[in-house]
Structure formats: structure tokens, C-alpha cells
């Protein structure tokens, strides 16, 4: 075992076998309407930085709390049970995805969903486990 504990989460792909075509297709139009659905690369690379934001457990966590409504940091670290610390750690991420959005009033802040469409995104993946 690694020293992080990581090593039963990772695949060994060698052992995975998938079947491969035996020769290539010479027409061409079926590559070249499927390269038509691909985004930009720019929009891929946005798209993986939102879904790598949704993949660590304690951050789908807050989203999943922030999705129902406003909530203040001090009170994410009491539901959760973690440190304030290592609640800003996980909040400062989905910041900077531009999930979640955050608002002062007086002493206190309060964060929230930034999109509607994480909320949704949220239902469908509890759906389909």
C-alpha cells in the first residue's frame, strides 16, 4: 500500500482488455461528423475543472448543504464536523470553479450555490446512484 492509502482506488488498465477494430474504415465522414460534436479545447478543460471540483466527497458535501439554501461557514464546519481550516480549504476550491458564491452581512458570510445548473447536475448524479 502506498503511504497516502491510494493505491486500492487506482485501475490497473492492463489487465482490462477491449476490442479494437482489425483494419481501418477509408471513409472518412463518420471520423470527421464526430469531430464536429467536440467542444474547444477550452470548453473541455472548463468542463473537467468543474467536474474535478464535484469528485472530492467533502466538497460535494457542502454543495449538496449549499444547494438548498445560504449557509455561513461556521455553520458548514458544524454540520460536517471538520475545522474551520479545512472547511475554507474546500470552499476556497469551489470559489475559484465559480460554484459557489459568497455574500457579507455585517460580521457574518454567507455562501451559496453560484449556478442553478449545479443543482441540478447534483439531483441527476444522486439519481443514477
Same mark, same amino acid.
Not at 477550452?42 to 449557509?71: D, M, Q, V
Given at each position: 500500500?502506498?503511504?497516502?492509502? +491510494?493505491? &486500492?482506488?487506482?485501475?490497473?488498465? !492492463? +489487465?482490462?482488455?477491449? !476490442?479494437? #477494430?482489425?483494419?481501418? &474504415?477509408?471513409? =472518412?465522414?463518420?471520423?470527421? +461528423? ?6 474547444? &479545447? ?15 466527497? =467533502?466538497?460535494? %458535501? ?5 444547494? =438548498?439554501? !445560504?449557509?455561513?461557514? #461556521? !455553520? @458548514?464546519?458544524? /454540520? @460536517?464536523? #471538520? ?11 469551489? +470559489? &475559484? ?7 457579507? *452581512?455585517?460580521?457574518? /458570510?454567507?455562501?451559496?450555490?453560484? *449556478?442553478? %445548473? /449545479? ?7 444522486? /439519481?443514477? =446512484?
Amino acid at each position: 500500500m502506498s503511504t497516502h492509502g +491510494k493505491k &486500492d482506488k487506482f485501475i490497473n488498465l !492492463e +489487465k482490462t482488455e477491449v !476490442e479494437m #477494430c482489425q483494419e481501418h &474504415d477509408n471513409d =472518412n465522414t463518420h471520423i470527421e +461528423k464526430a469531430m464536429g460534436y467536440l467542444p474547444i &479545447d477550452e470548453e473541455i478543460l472548463g468542463t473537467s475543472n468543474y467536474f474535478a471540483a464535484l469528485s472530492e466527497p =467533502n466538497r460535494l %458535501k457542502i454543495l449538496y448543504i449549499l444547494k =438548498n439554501g !445560504e449557509y455561513c461557514p #461556521c !455553520e @458548514l464546519s458544524e /454540520i @460536517l464536523g #471538520c475545522t474551520k481550516s479545512a472547511l475554507s480549504h474546500q470552499l476556497r476550491i469551489l +470559489k &475559484d470553479k465559480n460554484l459557489i458564491k459568497n455574500r457579507k *452581512d455585517g460580521k457574518f /458570510i454567507y455562501y451559496s450555490i453560484k *449556478d442553478s %445548473k /449545479i443543482s441540478k447536475i447534483l439531483e441527476y448524479i444522486k /439519481i443514477k =446512484n
